[in-house]
Every structure is written in structure tokens, then in C-alpha cells.
């Protein structure tokens, strides 16, 4: 089982963002559950949502606690949310920023794990015109971990989105491209 | 055969409830069940399902409309949360007297206060004895089908009591997961449409609901709670219907690897399903524990439920709730009441976990069971423990 944790702020779309990993897990036949952290969310507030992709039953109604991946969608977050906690080892963090390496690492209190990086805002802005990103960093995610196919994610961003899913598959493309992973 | 979708189980509920041919909706939205309302008046709005969406100013009103609507022979759905069922309470006694089989989903939250929108089971706990008959659900799937079943079950000439159906609110009202939906073909040859044998009908006049004078009050309630037990055997034929039909078995009291354990978790609701992952663990480590948890509430399976814990030494039974100035949490005291007299019985120890909205993970259940495994050779002497509450 791989564990997902998304950290936003309200109004990103890291609930969606969840939401469309699972629904493309279950419709390529795997195992898979979303959630948000729930409660009464405000735009701007930090947010989480989880994903859970199995090939087994997924018996668990607890939040995710001990990630194997880790999906940051604004790049304020990282420093005012520890994103890194609990984190398994080998574990992927993926970050929307326009900050180099380095920089990321110490802001990340030196993390030495696998880390995956991609303006996404710059991305959202130049294809959506908004700077929702949960789409764009769903591209960073497909690059870094595979979890669920394309074509599937693809699907899930047609049924959801409709006449707007071109220009958030195009950001996803773009960001398939663009991000950098430092492993 | 089925659909397997990707769904959130709200919204997959109002699509029960779309698949069951409901006639009339009468609800007022409160956090966690608004998906499923949300979704059923949109449902109704685009014409996918033809009904009446009654929308009213409150839950008093809501589940006072429903039951006018189900007296006239409508198949009628409600659902609400927390502050909003405790706002039905004095209309939810009359509905199991005047016999009206309404169907209602109470995604289950918190009482306040501190004002809570977050899961405990302390909403319906507080309704236990309104008469209706009660059931849980652990997964989006099983809130699907107790849906379905809830109509048929309530609206059987041998039944006619409203039924409700828990689910837990956010952990499972609005989560994403695989359930299969049935195909409409398939819920319509399992749930006949409702025809009661009375209804309101200005062409035929008659009175629901006179007053009970003190020389019939007592033999009605009586009546009432007569035909209510007999509500049982109607709820097993209908549960071995469906097993037959969609191959999912369902059962007053359902166990997981009780066999041979010297320790058996109870919990109602979704978090048995956390408990199971517990329980895969410490049987991996050795340890006998199990689990067990109510699927039936009301009426109160006392036969099966004395049957699976006959064998059992110890039951840790966790409430997610509080009796304050009580002898136990709500469920712990009914099942010490329930086994008081049984000639074979486990040593009852009861936890209280999960209050409005804390997470009861791997880690806690197993801390439960280590527990109760202490008390294997020693009597509990407190009424009750918390678990997982900060003590600085």
C-alpha cells in the first residue's frame, strides 16, 4: 500500500488533486481511498488531503500518518508546515517552487531524501490562467512516483473537469516535462 | 451485474437512494451529511429522479414533512447530523408509533458543545430509544446496500417502522473509495414498490396519531414493541435475499477472526475496519484477538449477540461516547446489561475513544487489546477508560 499526503491551501485543489489520483487508481483496478482533512476549510488556510492506492483492500479509516510520498502544492507551505513529518524512508517530497536544490533542502530542515520540483504556479499561470496548481503538481506526481497510469489520470481530468480539462491536462503535460528530480 | 465506480460514499448513498425509487426527500443540510442531500436535489433538479425535494427551514420540520409524506404511501428518505437529529427528537418517537417506515442516513458527528463538526457516535446514542430500527455501516459499500435494504426492510407489512442507517461522518461520508453500485433492474426486482395498507387519502378518510388515553396508551406501546422484536425475522429474510442476489452477506452481529480469541475488540461503524487492520497485526505477532461489531442496534440482537461472545474470555467493547456520571459508555452498558443474566459470558471492559473527531488509529486499537488482555485474570475496576486523550 502507498500512502499519500497533499498539503494545500484551501482553494488550491489538493482535495481534487487526491480525489483524481484515487479515482484513477480504482478505474485501473487497484484498491484506493481519498480524504481531506476534515473540517471547515478556508480559502488560503493550509489544508491536507490523503490518498491511500492498494492492490488489496484497503481497511483503514485513520489519517495518514507515516507517508510514502508527499505532494506540496503552495511554496510558502514548506516553511510554515513541516511537510517532511513522518515520512518513510525512500519516500518521495514533491514541492511547487522556483528555488533551487540547495535552497530547498535547508528550508526543508536539510532533507537528504528523494525530491521532485517544479514551478507549478508559473505553470498554472501561463496555462490556466490562475494560480490553481493541483492539476500542474499532479504532472510533478505522475513523473516522480508512476503510482497510476496516465491515460487514466487523464480520463479522471476529462470526466471532472470537461471543457476546462484541456488546459489542466496541457498544465499536466507541462509539468510532466518541466519538473527536475533529485534523487 | 454492478458497477464498480470511484465514488464518494455521500454521493454514493444519494444514488441508492435514487436506485431504491424514492418518491419524496425532505431534509435540511447540515455538515457532514450535505453531499448526500446536496446530491439529491440535484438529482431531482435535472429530472434524474423523479421526486418531490421538499426543502424546509429545519430538521424538525424535515423529519415532520417526511413522515406526512410517508403516511400518504410515499417512499420518503431523510438524512441529518448531530444538532439536526437532536432537533428531530421529539418527532423521531412518533414515527415508530404511528408505524410510518420512514428511511433516514445519519452521517454521525459530535454533539455540542465545544461546537464540533467531527465524528463521534454521541448524536445517535442519544436517540437509542426512539423506536426505530437502527443499523451500521462500515464501508461505502455497505452504506449502499443497508440503503437499499432499509426501504424494503422498513416498508414490509410485517415491519413498518422507520430504519435508519449509520455512517460515520467525514471518515466515511467523505471518503473516495470503490463501491459497487447495483444496476436499476436489480434493485427493482429485490425492492417491490411501497403499498401500505393505510394511508392518508382524502377519498378515504382516517386518523394517524390520536390521542392514547390511559386505557389503550399502554397496550399500543405494547403492541408497538411486540410487533418491533418480531421486525427481526423480516430483517434476516432480507439480508439472505440479498446475499443470494448481490453475494454480500450481512448479519445482526458481525465477527472477524473471533475464533479462538482471548480478547475481542467491539466497534461500531467504520473504525472496525481500522480495528481489522489492528487485528491482521497482532495475529501476525501471535496475539488471539478479534473483533466484533453491531450491524443491528435496534432491534437489539440479543440471541446472536450472546451466541458469538459465548467463548469468548475477555470483550473490550469501545464506546464512542459519553454517558456522563454513567457506568460505562452507552454500548458498553447495554452489552453488560445484555449478558447480565447469560449463562456463558465474557468479562465486559470498556474503553471510550474517539470523541468529536479524534483519530482512533492501529497504534490505539492495539493498545486497547493489550489492555483488556490484562484483565484476563483480574477484574476492571473502573466503569470505563479513555483512550488516546491527552492527560498534559
Known amino acids: ?183 | 451485474m454492478g458497477k464498480r465506480v470511484a465514488k464518494e460514499v455521500s454521493i454514493a448513498i444519494a444514488d441508492a437512494v435514487k436506485l431504491a425509487r424514492a418518491e419524496v426527500i425532505a431534509a435540511y443540510p447540515i455538515t457532514p451529511q450535505t453531499h448526500i442531500v446536496e446530491h439529491l436535489s440535484e438529482l431531482v433538479a435535472n429530472g434524474e429522479l423523479d421526486a418531490e425535494y421538499i426543502t424546509v427551514e429545519s430538521e424538525h420540520s424535515a423529519i415532520s414533512a417526511a413522515l406526512g409524506a410517508v403516511a400518504t404511501g410515499a417512499r420518503t428518505f431523510t438524512s441529518t447530523s448531530a444538532q439536526g437529529l437532536a432537533l428531530m427528537h421529539e418527532i423521531l418517537f412518533i414515527a415508530p408509533a404511528l408505524r410510518l417506515p420512514v428511511v433516514m442516513v445519519v452521517a454521525n458527528r459530535a454533539l455540542s458543545a465545544p461546537i464540533s463538526i467531527w465524528n463521534d457516535h454521541s448524536d445517535i446514542m442519544a436517540e437509542r430509544d426512539i423506536g426505530w430500527i437502527q443499523l451500521w455501516a462500515e464501508n461505502g459499500q455497505e452504506a449502499v446496500d443497508l440503503v437499499i435494504q432499509a426501504f424494503r426492510i422498513a416498508e414490509d407489512r410485517n415491519v413498518m417502522f422507520p430504519t435508519l442507517i449509520n455512517i460515520d461522518g467525514f471518515t466515511l461520508s467523505h471518503v473516495i473509495e470503490p463501491i459497487e453500485l447495483p444496476d436499476q433492474e436489480e434493485v427493482d426486482a429485490f425492492l417491490p414498490p411501497f403499498k401500505p395498507k393505510y394511508k392518508l387519502d382524502p377519498r378515504k378518510p382516517l386518523t394517524m396519531g390520536p390521542v392514547g388515553v390511559p386505557e389503550i396508551y399502554f397496550e399500543a406501546k405494547k403492541a408497538q414493541d411486540e410487533a418491533f422484536k418480531n421486525t427481526r425475522r423480516v430483517i434476516l429474510r432480507v439480508w439472505k435475499d440479498w446475499a443470494k442476489r448481490f453475494g454480500r452477506e450481512y448479519n445482526p452481529v458481525e465477527t472477524y477472526r473471533t475464533e479462538d480469541a482471548e480478547v475481542v475488540l467491539l466497534i461500531n461503524g467504520s473504525q472496525a475496519e481500522t480495528a481489522m487492520t489492528a487485528v491482521d497485526k497482532m495475529r501476525e505477532q501471535g496475539k488471539k484477538v478479534g473483533l466484533m461489531r453491531f450491524r443491528l442496534w435496534r432491534p437489539f440482537p440479543i440471541q446472536e449477540f450472546r451466541k458469538a461472545v459465548s467463548k469468548i474470555p475477555v470483550l473490550a467493547v469501545i464506546d464512542r461516547a459519553l454517558t456522563p456520571g454513567g457506568v460505562g459508555g452507552p454500548v458498553g452498558t447495554e452489552v453488560r446489561s445484555a449478558l447480565y443474566n447469560a449463562a456463558r459470558r465474557p468479562r465486559v471492559v470498556n474503553f471510550i475513544a474517539g470523541l468529536g473527531g479524534r483519530d482512533v488509529t492501529v497504534e490505539d486499537f492495539e493498545e486497547m487489546a493489550e489492555r483488556a488482555a490484562f484483565y484476563l485474570k483480574k477484574r476492571p475496576k473502573e466503569a470505563y477508560e479513555m483512550i488516546g486523550v491527552r492527560e498534559s
Request: overall charge positive.
Open chain 1, 1 to 183: 500500500m502507498i500512502e499519500v499526503r497533499l498539503h494545500g491551501r484551501g482553494g488550491q485543489g489538493a482535495v481534487t488533486s487526491a480525489e483524481l489520483i484515487a479515482i484513477s487508481a480504482i478505474n485501473q483496478n487497484k484498491y484506493a481511498q481519498a480524504f481531506p482533512s476534515f473540517g471547515p476549510e478556508r480559502r488560503g488556510a493550509p489544508v491536507m488531503a490523503f490518498v491511500r492506492v492498494s492492490d488489496a483492500k484497503i481497511r483503514l479509516r485513520e489519517k495518514v500518518y507515516n507517508p510514502d510520498i508527499v505532494v506540496v502544492l503552495d511554496p510558502s507551505l514548506p516553511t510554515i508546515v513541516n511537510v517532511t513529518a513522518g515520512l518513510k524512508e525512500g519516500g518521495w517530497v514533491i514541492l511547487n517552487s522556483s528555488k533551487d536544490e540547495k535552497t530547498l533542502r535547508e528550508m526543508l530542515g536539510g532533507y537528504q531524501g528523494k525530491l521532485a520540483v517544479v514551478d507549478a504556479t508559473k505553470i498554472a499561470m501561463e496555462v490556466l490562467g490562475l494560480p490553481i496548481t493541483n492539476t500542474t503538481m499532479l504532472g510533478a506526481f505522475l513523473k516522480a512516483t508512476g503510482l497510476v497510469d496516465q491515460k487514466y489520470l487523464k480520463e479522471a481530468l476529462e470526466h471532472r473537469f470537461g471543457r476546462l480539462a484541456e488546459k489542466n491536462k496541457a498544465a499536466m503535460a507541462r509539468a510532466i516535462e518541466e519538473t527536475k528530480l533529485y534523487t
